[in-house]
Every structure is written in structure tokens, then in C-alpha cells.
């Protein structure tokens, strides 16, 4: 867009609101509670993540028949409860609750934490020991320790990887600065 006088003038994001086109709405960056108010006000579901909330948004604002709407999660099961040891099983649905992490850095240590290969390996073995969960941490780490794809849903997490491997001497200020800039233009 240019000014009068011939210099570039920046487009600013409109409001979010139901005037806006489904295209409008996938040209900037919007956070989930922004998102999450327009679904209310247009009466959508606003189950299932970011990415789908934003499509069954785009489709309302356009005037096109909703996507699916997220299925419900099943109600988990029983959840673990202290006191718990190697040779507790996990059962089906399990979260990984504190019950668990108290568990994992006993066994482990401090340096314990939820990473995605114990999150994804507590919600498909049920029926495996929290022993063989902790070996798993174990056969883990030397992949662990590699970089590893950050979700779609994770734009601020991708945002600043990339930054800071631009900038390996910028600081957290300076890093926000550029996110609050990259999340004010359109996409």
C-alpha cells in the first residue's frame, strides 16, 4: 500500500469481527482468545485447536457449510493415584499427571520432563509398566536431543527457533520486539 506521496505505509490488521472474509481472517495472526471470542459471537464450536478453529471460522465468515466440528474426547478412564512404583500399569487414558512426574524424577532425577516421546509413549502403551516407561526415557534421550519439528500450532515457539538461529546474540527483548512486529503483518 502506498501513502500520497509515494512511500510504502504498512497495512494495519482490522478488528476481528464477523465483517471480515474468510481469506481477511487467514491473512494475519490471530491468537486462540481472540479466535476463541469470535467463535462465540458467530456461534461456532471452538473444540479442536487452533487450526481447526480458525477453518470452521474462514468457512462461518465466508458463508460455506462448517467442517466437521471436533469429535468429543472419550472420558478417560481411572487415573493413576499415589503411591505408584515400576511395577504399576499404566491403564487406558492415562494423563500424564503429576502422580506420574513425581514418579518419572524419582526414578529419573530432576532433569525429567514430559517431552513428546513420553507423552505420545503414557497415552499408547497402556498395559506397559511405568518401569518400562522409565527404560523408554532412557532409549530416548539421543533422539530427544535433536532438534524437533515445533507444531503448526506452536507459530510463536517456530517464530522464535528461527530468530534466535538468526540472531544467536539477540536477546529475549529484542526477540519479542520481532514477534510483536511479524504478528502485526499480514501473512
Avoid at 506397559?128 to 532412557?138: D, F, I, P, Q, S
Avoid at 527457533?161 to 504478528?183: K, N
Amino acid at each position: 500500500m502506498r501513502s500520497n506521496h509515494g512511500e510504502v505505509v504498512p497495512e494495519e490488521r482490522p478488528p476481528l469481527s464477523p465483517a471480515l472474509t474468510g481469506a481477511e481472517l487467514a491473512r494475519w495472526y490471530w491468537t486462540l482468545a481472540e479466535l476463541t471470542e469470535l467463535a462465540r459471537r458467530l456461534d461456532v464450536p471452538r473444540g479442536g485447536g487452533k487450526p481447526a478453529l480458525t477453518e470452521r471460522l474462514r468457512a462461518a465468515l465466508d458463508g460455506e457449510p462448517l467442517p466437521a466440528a471436533p469429535a468429543r474426547r472419550p472420558a478417560t478412564g481411572r487415573q493413576l493415584s499415589a503411591p505408584v512404583d515400576a511395577s504399576t500399569v499404566i491403564p487406558e487414558g492415562q494423563r500424564c499427571s503429576q502422580v506420574l512426574r513425581e514418579f518419572f524424577r524419582r526414578e529419573i532425577g530432576a532433569g525429567f520432563h514430559f517431552d513428546g516421546h513420553m507423552r505420545a509413549y503414557v497415552a499408547e502403551n497402556a498395559g506397559r509398566t511405568l518401569g518400562e516407561a522409565v527404560a523408554h526415557w532412557h532409549d530416548t534421550r539421543q533422539a530427544a536431543a535433536e532438534p524437533q519439528e515445533i507444531g503448526g500450532q506452536f507459530e510463536f515457539n517456530r517464530f522464535l527457533r528461527t530468530w534466535h538461529a538468526d540472531h544467536p546474540t539477540g536477546t529475549r527483548d529484542q526477540a519479542l520486539t520481532a514477534w510483536r512486529t511479524h504478528r502485526s503483518q499480514p501473512r
